[in-house]
C-alpha cells in the first residue's frame, strides 16, 4: 500500500455545496475546502482486473511507479472477480470461459496457460486439446487459481501494490487549467483526513459492475417477505441452498440460459449423484434454442435444448480479426443493430454439460420451461408458488427455491462516480447506454486542458469494441491507452525492442 497519500495530512476538509455544484474546479476552491491535495500524474480508479492490467502496461512501457496511484476499495485486484466466480459455483481447481492465451498476468500471452500447464504438469493433454478444440473437444480454458497466482506474482513483479491507494472514490472533477481532481475517501485508518482530492493530469476508471440485477418480479418478493433465502441471485453467495437439498428433497427453479445457469445446474446435478439427492430442477427460459440460429449463413449459432453455443461471449475475431476492424467503424444505429446481432445470451458447449443434462432429462428430474416470471407467492411458509408466463398460458410450479442466472446491474448512471461523470464531466452515453468512449478508450467530452479520462470494462461496453469486459479485451484496451498516453509524451511507446526485452523480464520473473 502507498502510504503517501494516506498519512501525509493530519486534517481534512469537506466537500462544499460550491464544489458540488461546479463542472470545473479550481485548485483555489479545493484548497478554501481545506480538502489535502495530492500531486500525481496518473491515477486509475477501481482497482480490480481493469486497473491492474492497465498498470501493467504502464509499467511495461516505463512508467515509474511514483506516476501511478490506484484508487480502490478491494485489498487484491482479483477480489470482486474471485468472489463472483466462487459464489457463481467456479471454485480455484475449475476451469475459466476464457481462451488458452487471455492472460491478464502477461500482456504477450506467452507462454500461454495450455503450455504453461504441460510443462508444470508433465503431459501434452492441453497442447492436444488446443490444437484439436473445439471440434473435437472442447475448448481449452485454464483453471481459475492459475489465473488468480499468476496476476499475484505479476502483481509483485511490477511493484503494484506500493502503488494501492485504500479508499472510496466520490467523483471525479475538471480542473481549470488542465488534468483532474479525484476525490478519494481514506479506507478508516489508514488516514486522518476525511477526503484527499487527487490532482493528476490523466485518469482512468475500470469500475466493474454497480450491482446485482434482478428480474423485478423476484426483487419484489424478497423486499415484500423479507426473504432473501429462498430467491438468491447466482451472484450472491447462497451455499445455504446447496446445503438445504442435502438434508432433505427439493424443487429449484433456475433462471437464465447464460455460462452461470450452466455452471448452477452443473452444481445442482453433481450434488445430485454425489451424495444421492432427490433435487428436481425446472429451468426457466425467457427463449428457447432449439436448433442453429442466426440471420447470415456465416454467422449462424449452435444451439439445441433450450442453449445457445459460443465457446466465448462474443465471436473470437472481436479480439482480433474482421469483426474487430468491423466494429471500429461502426456508428449509432449500425453500432446497436451489430452489437444486438453477435450479442445475446450463450454458454459454452462441454461435454460434461451436455451429458449431466441429458441424464437429467432422461431421468425426469430436470425439464425445461419456456416463459417469463410473473409473480413469486409463499403462502404459509410452505413452498413458493411461481407463476410464470409461459407458451401455453399461466402455469404455477411450486418450487422451494429460485435461482437467478440474470446477472450483473450494468447501469452506469447507478454508479455514483459514473453517474457524476454525466452530471458534470461533460460524458455522455453510447447506443448500448454505457459510457461513449472514443477508439482510444477515451471518455468523450472530459478532455480537460492537456489531461485524458479514460474507461475500460463494462462501463465501456458499446464502443468500438465489443470485447472490452474481458482480460484480453481489458488488455487491448490498456494497450490503446497506453499508445495514447506514449503519443502525449507521459510513458515510452512498447516498440520491438522494448516489447523483447521486457517480455524477457516477465518470463524470468525479474523485477521492474
Ligand atoms: C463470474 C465471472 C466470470 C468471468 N469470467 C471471465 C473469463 O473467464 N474470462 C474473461 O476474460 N473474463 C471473464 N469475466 C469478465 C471480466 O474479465 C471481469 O469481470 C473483470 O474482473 C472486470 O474487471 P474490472 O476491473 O472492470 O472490474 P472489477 O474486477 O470488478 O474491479 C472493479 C472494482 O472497482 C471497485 N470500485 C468501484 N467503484 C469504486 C469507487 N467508487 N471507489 C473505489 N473502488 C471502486 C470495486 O471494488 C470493483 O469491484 C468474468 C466475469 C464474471 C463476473
Same mark, same amino acid.
Given at each position: 500500500?502507498?502510504?503517501?497519500? $494516506?498519512?501525509?495530512?493530519?486534517?481534512?476538509?469537506?466537500?462544499?455545496? *460550491?464544489?458540488?455544484? $461546479?463542472?470545473?474546479?479550481?485548485?483555489?476552491?479545493?484548497?478554501?475546502?481545506?480538502?489535502?491535495?495530492?500531486?500525481?500524474?496518473?491515477?486509475?480508479? *477501481?482497482?480490480?482486473?481493469?486497473?491492474?492490467?492497465?498498470?501493467?502496461?504502464?509499467?511495461?512501457?516505463?512508467?515509474?511507479?511514483?506516476?501511478?496511484?490506484?484508487?480502490?476499495?478491494?485489498?487484491?485486484?482479483?477480489?470482486?472477480?474471485?468472489?463472483?466466480?466462487?459464489?457463481?459455483?467456479?471454485?480455484?481447481?475449475?476451469?475459466?470461459?476464457?481462451?488458452?492465451?487471455?492472460?491478464?498476468?502477461?500482456?504477450?500471452?506467452?507462454?500461454?496457460?495450455?503450455? %504453461?500447464?504441460?510443462?508444470?504438469?508433465?503431459?501434452?493433454?492441453?497442447?492436444?486439446?488446443?490444437?484439436?478444440?473445439?471440434?473435437?473437444?472442447?475448448?481449452?480454458?485454464?483453471?481459475?487459481?492459475?489465473?488468480?497466482?499468476?496476476?499475484?506474482?505479476?502483481? &509483485?513483479?511490477?511493484?503494484?501494490?506500493?502503488?494501492?491507494?485504500?479508499?472510496?472514490?466520490?467523483?471525479?472533477?475538471?480542473?481549470?487549467?488542465?488534468?483532474?481532481?479525484?476525490?478519494?475517501?481514506?479506507?478508516? &485508518?489508514?488516514?486522518?483526513?476525511?477526503?484527499?482530492?487527487?490532482?493528476?493530469?490523466?485518469?482512468?476508471?475500470?469500475?466493474?459492475?454497480?450491482?446485482?440485477?434482478?428480474?423485478?418480479?423476484?426483487?419484489?418478493?424478497?423486499?415484500?417477505?423479507?426473504?432473501?433465502?429462498?430467491?438468491?441471485?447466482?451472484?450472491?453467495?447462497?451455499?445455504?441452498?446447496?446445503?438445504?437439498?442435502?438434508?432433505?428433497?427439493?424443487?429449484?427453479?433456475?433462471? &437464465?440460459?447464460?455460462?452461470?445457469?450452466?455452471?448452477?445446474?452443473?452444481?445442482?446435478?453433481?450434488?445430485?449423484?454425489?451424495?444421492?439427492?432427490?433435487?428436481?430442477?425446472?429451468?426457466?427460459?425467457?427463449?428457447?434454442?432449439?436448433?442453429?440460429?442466426?440471420?447470415?449463413?456465416?454467422?449462424?449459432?449452435?444451439?439445441?435444448?433450450?442453449?445457445?453455443?459460443?465457446?466465448?461471449?462474443?465471436?473470437?475475431?472481436?479480439?482480433?480479426?474482421?469483426?474487430?476492424?468491423?466494429?471500429?467503424?461502426?456508428?449509432?444505429?449500425?453500432?446497436?443493430?451489430?452489437?444486438?446481432?453477435?450479442?445475446?445470451?450463450?454458454? $459454452?458447449?462441454?461435454?460434461?454439460?451436455?451429458?449431466?443434462?441429458?441424464? *437429467?432429462?432422461?431421468?425426469?428430474?430436470?425439464?425445461?420451461?419456456?416463459?417469463?416470471?410473473? %409473480?413469486?407467492?409463499?403462502?404459509?411458509?410452505?413452498?413458493?408458488?411461481?407463476?410464470?408466463?409461459?407458451?401455453?398460458?399461466?402455469?404455477?410450479?411450486?418450487?422451494?427455491?429460485?435461482?437467478?442466472?440474470?446477472?450483473?446491474?450494468?447501469?452506469?448512471?447507478?454508479?455514483?462516480?459514473?453517474?457524476?461523470?454525466?452530471?458534470?464531466?461533460?460524458?455522455?452515453?453510447?447506443?448500448?447506454?454505457?459510457?461513449?468512449?472514443?477508439?482510444?478508450?477515451?471518455?468523450?467530452?472530459?478532455?480537460?486542458?492537456?489531461?485524458?479520462?479514460?474507461?475500460?470494462?463494462?462501463? $465501456?461496453?458499446? *464502443?468500438?469494441?465489443?470485447?472490452?469486459?474481458?482480460?484480453?479485451?481489458?488488455?487491448?484496451?490498456?494497450?490503446?491507452?497506453?499508445?495514447?498516453?506514449?503519443?502525449?509524451?507521459?510513458?515510452?511507446?512498447?516498440?520491438?525492442?522494448?516489447?523483447?526485452?521486457?517480455?524477457?523480464?516477465?518470463?524470468?520473473?525479474?523485477?521492474?
Amino acid at each position: 500500500m502507498s502510504t503517501d497519500l $494516506a498519512v501525509a495530512y493530519a486534517s481534512g476538509g469537506e466537500l462544499t455545496a *460550491g464544489l458540488e455544484a $461546479a463542472d470545473w474546479w479550481t485548485d483555489r476552491a479545493v484548497a478554501a475546502a481545506g480538502i489535502p491535495v495530492r500531486d500525481v500524474p496518473f491515477v486509475t480508479v *477501481g482497482g480490480g482486473i481493469g486497473s491492474f492490467v492497465t498498470v501493467d502496461y504502464l509499467r511495461i512501457a516505463g512508467m515509474q511507479k511514483s506516476s501511478i496511484r490506484v484508487l480502490t476499495n478491494l485489498d487484491r485486484p482479483w477480489q470482486t472477480y474471485e468472489y463472483l466466480t466462487r459464489v457463481s459455483q467456479i471454485p480455484r481447481t475449475a476451469r475459466i470461459r476464457s481462451d488458452s492465451a487471455s492472460r491478464p498476468d502477461n500482456i504477450w500471452g506467452f507462454p500461454s496457460y495450455a503450455l %504453461q500447464e504441460a510443462v508444470r504438469d508433465r503431459t501434452l493433454a492441453p497442447l492436444w486439446q488446443v490444437l484439436l478444440e473445439p471440434l473435437f473437444t472442447d475448448f481449452y480454458t485454464p483453471r481459475l487459481g492459475t489465473v488468480l497466482d499468476g496476476v499475484e506474482r505479476e502483481a &509483485g513483479r511490477i511493484g503494484y501494490w506500493d502503488m494501492v491507494v485504500p479508499g472510496e472514490v466520490r467523483m471525479v472533477r475538471r480542473r481549470v487549467g488542465g488534468g483532474y481532481f479525484t476525490v478519494l475517501t481514506p479506507r478508516p &485508518g489508514t488516514s486522518s483526513a476525511k477526503r484527499v482530492a487527487v490532482r493528476s493530469r490523466d485518469v482512468h476508471l475500470a469500475v466493474g459492475y454497480p450491482g446485482l440485477k434482478f428480474l423485478p418480479e423476484l426483487q419484489q418478493f424478497r423486499l415484500a417477505h423479507r426473504d432473501f433465502t429462498h430467491v438468491v441471485n447466482a451472484y450472491e453467495d447462497h451455499e445455504h441452498v446447496y446445503a438445504a437439498l442435502r438434508s432433505r428433497p427439493g424443487t429449484v427453479l433456475v433462471r &437464465g440460459g447464460g455460462i452461470v445457469a450452466s455452471r448452477i445446474l452443473e452444481r445442482l446435478m453433481a450434488d445430485r449423484a454425489r451424495y444421492g439427492l432427490q433435487t428436481r430442477i425446472v429451468h426457466l427460459l425467457r427463449t428457447y434454442v432449439d436448433g442453429s440460429h442466426g440471420p447470415h449463413a456465416w454467422s449462424r449459432r449452435r444451439g439445441g435444448h433450450g442453449f445457445a453455443y459460443q465457446g466465448f461471449n462474443y465471436p473470437k475475431s472481436v479480439w482480433g480479426g474482421q469483426l474487430k476492424a468491423r466494429m471500429r467503424h461502426l456508428d449509432g444505429e449500425q453500432r446497436a443493430s451489430a452489437y444486438a446481432e453477435m450479442g445475446g445470451t450463450t454458454t $459454452a458447449f462441454r461435454r460434461g454439460w451436455q451429458r449431466q443434462l441429458a441424464e *437429467g432429462r432422461r431421468g425426469g428430474w430436470y425439464r425445461t420451461m419456456t416463459g417469463t416470471i410473473e %409473480q413469486v407467492r409463499r403462502p404459509d411458509g410452505g413452498p413458493m408458488f411461481v407463476r410464470v408466463r409461459a407458451e401455453e398460458g399461466p402455469v404455477e410450479v411450486a418450487a422451494d427455491f429460485v435461482i437467478d442466472c440474470t446477472g450483473l446491474d450494468a447501469d452506469v448512471t447507478e454508479h455514483r462516480v459514473l453517474d457524476d461523470l454525466l452530471r458534470h464531466g461533460g460524458a455522455g452515453l453510447n447506443p448500448l447506454g454505457r459510457l461513449d468512449v472514443e477508439r482510444t478508450f477515451e471518455l468523450r467530452g472530459t478532455a480537460s486542458g492537456d489531461g485524458r479520462l479514460y474507461v475500460s470494462g463494462a462501463a $465501456a461496453l458499446g *464502443g468500438y469494441f465489443p470485447g472490452v469486459d474481458t482480460f484480453l479485451g481489458l488488455q487491448i484496451a490498456a494497450q490503446e491507452i497506453t499508445d495514447d498516453l506514449a503519443r502525449r509524451g507521459m510513458c515510452n511507446r512498447i516498440g520491438t525492442a522494448r516489447s523483447l526485452v521486457q517480455w524477457l523480464k516477465c518470463v524470468t520473473g525479474r523485477e521492474i
